[in-house]
């Protein structure tokens, strides 16, 4: 069974850092693009970062650029977000998502990515 658990999700202060984690199983990441969404309550999901499945190209969506670092681990089948300077408005459930021979647009959409984690909390307050 396919499948991508995220982990690392919690409650931080403004200015703190969380690292969020996507396990993959039932499948090796190598030939997949990978991403990082969120969806905050009533509103709709929205990209935050991707990295091709050649590991070439690498983006953020400007709300998070230079904040926000994604990284892939394929040896641990793994990928992160690295997530510092969090703000309040950061505050969604983060999901994670793999698309086989997937690329990574600047303009990062959802529909490409066809495997889904079950989300992560992420909460910035203080």
């Known amino acids: 069974q396919l499948q991508l658990v995220e982990s690392g999700g919690g409650l931080v202060q403004p200015g703190g850092s969380l690292r969020l984690s996507c396990a993959a199983s039932?499948?090796?990441?190598?030939?997949?693009?990978i991403g990082w969404f969120r969806q905050a309550p009533g509103k709709e999901r929205e990209a935050v970062s991707c990295?091709?499945?050649?590991?070439?190209?690498?983006n953020y969506a400007d709300s998070v650029k230079g904040r926000f670092t994604m990284s892939r681990d394929n040896a641990k089948n793994t990928f992160y977000l690295q997530m510092n300077s969090l703000k309040p408005e950061d505050t969604s459930v983060y999901y994670c998502?793999?698309?086989?021979?997937?690329?990574?647009?600047?303009?990062?959409?959802?529909?490409?990515?066809?495997?889904w984690g079950q989300g992560t909390q992420v909460t910035v307050s203080s």
């Open positions: 998502a793999a698309v086989r021979l997937g690329a990574c647009p600047r303009s990062i959409t959802i529909a490409p990515y066809d495997y």
């Open positions: 039932g499948f090796t990441l190598d030939y997949y693009g």
């Open positions: 990295i091709s499945s050649s590991g070439g190209s690498r």
